[in-house]
């Protein structure tokens, strides 16, 4: 098992910046794809950013990131520290929502449906 816990949401002005973290324990692995997903009010789950590993046998991780987050938005990983994070920038009112760590064996980044763990959520609130 793996546990995920989010940590830095709150509320930040419209072109603010937030940095999520996402401390995992449990059965962690640095090969492990760790993505970030977010629900808005009323919307669907839907993919931010995810970090796989590449498989080489040096650590080098492959980063990918929906459309909407792409240049303001950086995920990364410390694998010392067992936490992910997401550096929010540029920060809109539509990035608002609950935002979820998620954890999975593989590397497919993109669907939420092959990750198998999850956190518990962190609200970010973007005020225009």
């Known amino acids: 098992q793996v546990q995920l816990v989010e940590s830095g949401g709150g509320l930040v002005q419209a072109g603010g910046s937030l940095r999520l973290s996402c401390a995992a324990s449990g059965r962690t692995s640095s090969r492990y794809t760790m993505g970030w997903f977010r629900q808005a009010a009323g919307k669907e789950r839907e993919f931010v950013a995810a970090i796989s590993w590449s498989g080489s046998g040096s650590w080098v991780y492959y980063a990918d990131y929906a459309d909407s987050v792409k240049g303001r938005f950086t995920i990364s990983r410390d694998n010392a520290k067992n936490t992910v994070y997401l550096q929010m920038n540029s920060l809109k009112p539509e990035d608002t929502a609950v935002y979820y760590c998620?954890?999975?064996?593989?590397?497919?980044?993109?669907?939420?449906?092959?990750?198998?763990?999850w956190g518990q959520g962190t609200q970010v609130t973007v005020s225009s």
């Open positions: 998620a954890a999975r064996t593989g590397d497919g980044r993109r669907d939420q449906h092959d990750y198998g763990y």
